[in-house]
């Protein structure tokens, strides 16, 4: 099966770079590096009705940020679906940050919660 050209542009992209792989360096130096690369793969930000800083309780007693996104007013008459979304990136890189525009384009173009 061939590859979907935009992932072949992507990585690309990436190849075009020539940083050194996540797993030659410390934790520090990737998520610095991932910080500062995240934005070349970024897209533009999707409106959105409302997006809400949430503080979500673990079971240890600290929490983690999160964020919400809503592609229109909340309606009890019809409820929107929704997605959990949680990057990857090994407990290391990434944030809510990174990941801001990717999760916009989910609501708004699935027409869900995140």
Same mark, same amino acid.
């Given at each position: 099966?061939?590859?979907?050209?935009? $992932? *072949?542009?992507?990585?690309?992209m $990436? +190849?075009?770079?020539?940083?050194?792989?996540?797993?030659?360096?410390?934790?520090?130096?990737?998520?610095? *590096?991932? +910080?500062?690369?995240?934005? $070349? @793969?970024?897209? /533009?930000? *999707?409106?959105? =009705?409302?997006?809400e800083?949430?503080?979500?309780?673990?079971?240890?007693?600290?929490? $983690?940020?999160?964020? @919400?996104?809503?592609?229109?007013?909340?309606? @009890?008459? +019809?409820? @929107?679906?929704?997605?959990?979304?949680? =990057?990857?990136?090994g407990?290391?890189?990434?944030?809510?940050?990174? =990941?801001?525009?990717?999760?916009?384009?989910?609501? =708004?173009? *699935?027409?869900? /919660?995140?």
């Amino acid at each position: 099966m061939p590859l979907n050209p935009k $992932i *072949a542009q992507v990585l690309d992209m $990436i +190849e075009r770079a020539k940083r050194p792989s996540y797993h030659h360096q410390t934790p520090q130096q990737a998520r610095a *590096a991932y +910080e500062k690369s995240a934005p $070349i @793969l970024d897209v /533009a930000p *999707a409106p959105m =009705h409302s997006v809400e800083e949430c503080v979500v309780p673990t079971r240890d007693g600290r929490t $983690i940020g999160a964020r @919400l996104f809503l592609p229109v007013a909340p309606s @009890l008459a +019809e409820p @929107l679906p929704a997605l959990v979304y949680y =990057h990857g990136g090994g407990f290391t890189v990434g944030s809510v940050d990174t =990941h801001d525009a990717l999760c916009r384009m989910f609501a =708004h173009d *699935a027409q869900c /919660a995140v």
